[in-house]
């Protein structure tokens, strides 16, 4: 009896989740939770993406002490 009913109030309270955060309802609530995790969402994929880029450019990168770095002529103008 207590497993039952446990599994009935999850697949309850997970119908009503599903059915209230709908994208086609015009109200203020469901505009306003759909706006927040629309900004996390590309906050977190750009998060991501720059995790990627930073570590591929770690991978990429070789250091070779024994090369002899380049200079740049410094050009020195008095006024």
Partial sequence: MKTSFKTILS???????VVSCSRKKDKFINRNFHAVTAEFNSLYNGY???EEGRISLNDA???NYWDVLPIERMQISEE
């Fill in 11 to 17: 697949l309850l309270i997970a119908t009503i989740l």
């Fill in 61 to 63: 990168y070789f250091d």
């Fill in 48 to 50: 991501n993406a720059l």
